[in-house]
């Protein structure tokens, strides 16, 4: 690859455990999940989207199904601060290993 032509990133995504203190339960058809872990992504604007998933309350495995994040500002903050703490560790990566 030439060095003049820069990569085309599709998609930048960090997966992020929720702290225990800022879970959350939502439904989804019927069955009850509790919310441990976001999805953010950086979209190609430099904004910030965000997913959570989580497990069934009652237990098993359940369905992959994605819920909207509460807008509360804990879990902003969290956002926030998940994206700046991978830009760090991107920022320092040391090549294939």
């Given at each position: ?17 929720v ?38 309350t009652a ?16 879990l ?16 320092a ?5």
């Amino acid at each position: 690859m030439s060095s003049d032509v820069p990569p085309d990133v599709s998609a930048l995504a960090i997966n992020v455990t929720v702290p225990e203190a800022l879970r959350w339960t939502d439904t989804r058809r019927g069955e009850e999940f509790t919310l441990t872990t976001l999805n953010v992504r950086l979209l190609a604007d430099g904004s910030l989207a965000a997913k959570a998933y989580g497990r069934p309350t009652a237990g098993g495995r359940g369905a992959y199904v994605s819920f909207r994040v509460p807008d509360r500002p804990e879990l902003a903050a969290l956002v926030a601060a998940a994206a700046d703490r991978a830009a760090a560790l991107w920022a320092a990566h040391r090549g294939l290993g």
